[in-house]
């Protein structure tokens, strides 16, 4: 079985400031980790994946996030966060030792930046 | 290129009633997932094809969904005796794969269907 915690319902910071949104997964194998955001009334926007090799992720919009596999997380983080970036974020695990295309989604962390 | 699109954008049905959802991926995306989403939880994974096949269906919650995708591209959702749990937005996604068939690929979401169940 796989899961995906998002421990922080929501996330306040202020513009300007570094963020940080946290994710821990469990699988049975090697994790597929995925980083999404939401918008209101849009659809999930891909912003970064880690699959194998280097534990830093570089993705859109100036995000990036660490795999860390002793503590089995994928934070999200960006060194100075924009008003912009408030919206909804999900984090998504996919076991790779199944190979399978079913991705588990956390429940999302509102993230919001005040200016 | 166009995105995945997903028709209709909501959906108002009394209980009982039966509703299909569709779903048009991206163009030369072989694998297809469904995901329901309920207000204030993560996408909840129901099915995925890879091709015309269900490759995976363990997400359905009982008989009354059902999924298809006869040709391969054009997927329906479809919902027999609609119940009010049933209220959510449907959310349907399409992904590439590569020559080997791993699934690495990033699966890239449509705006989902608000379906409501009266």
């Known amino acids: 079985a796989q899961s995906v915690a998002q421990p922080e319902d929501q996330v306040n910071v202020a513009e300007g400031n570094p963020l940080t949104v946290k994710c821990t997964y469990s699988?049975?194998?090697?994790?597929?980790l995925f980083w999404y955001v939401q918008y209101p009334n849009r659809g999930l926007q891909f912003l970064l994946k880690?699959?194998?090799?280097?534990?830093l992720v570089k993705g859109s919009y100036g995000f990036e996030a660490e795999f860390n596999k002793s503590q089995t997380s994928f934070h999200l983080k960006k060194p100075s966060a924009l008003v912009s970036d408030s919206a909804l974020y999900f984090c998504?695990?996919?076991?790779?030792?199944?190979?399978?295309?079913?991705?588990?989604f956390g429940d999302g962390t509102t993230l919001t930046v005040k200016p | 290129g166009a995105g995945v699109s997903q028709t209709p954008s909501n959906k108002v049905t009394e209980k009982g009633k039966y509703v299909e959802l569709r779903c048009d991926p991206i163009?030369?995306?072989?694998?297809l997932y469904w995901y329901r989403q309920s207000l204030g939880q993560g996408p909840e994974f129901l099915i995925y094809?890879?091709?015309?096949?269900?490759?995976?269906d363990s997400g359905l919650p009982n008989d009354r969904f059902f999924a298809v995708r006869p040709e391969g591209s054009v997927s329906t959702l479809k919902i027999q005796r609609t119940e009010r749990g049933d209220s959510a937005v449907y959310l349907c996604?399409?992904?590439?794969?590569?020559?080997?068939?791993?699934?690495?690929?990033?699966?890239?979401f449509g705006p989902g269907t608000r379906l409501t169940v009266l």
């Open positions: 880690y699959i194998t090799g280097d534990n």
């Open positions: 996604a399409s992904s590439s794969r590569d020559s080997g068939g791993f699934s690495t690929d990033t699966q890239y």
């Open positions: 998504a695990v996919r076991d790779m030792a199944t190979n399978a295309g079913k991705s588990t």
């Open positions: 094809f890879q091709g015309t096949g269900a490759a995976d």
């Open positions: 699988v049975s194998g090697n994790p597929y």
């Open positions: 163009s030369g995306h072989t694998a």
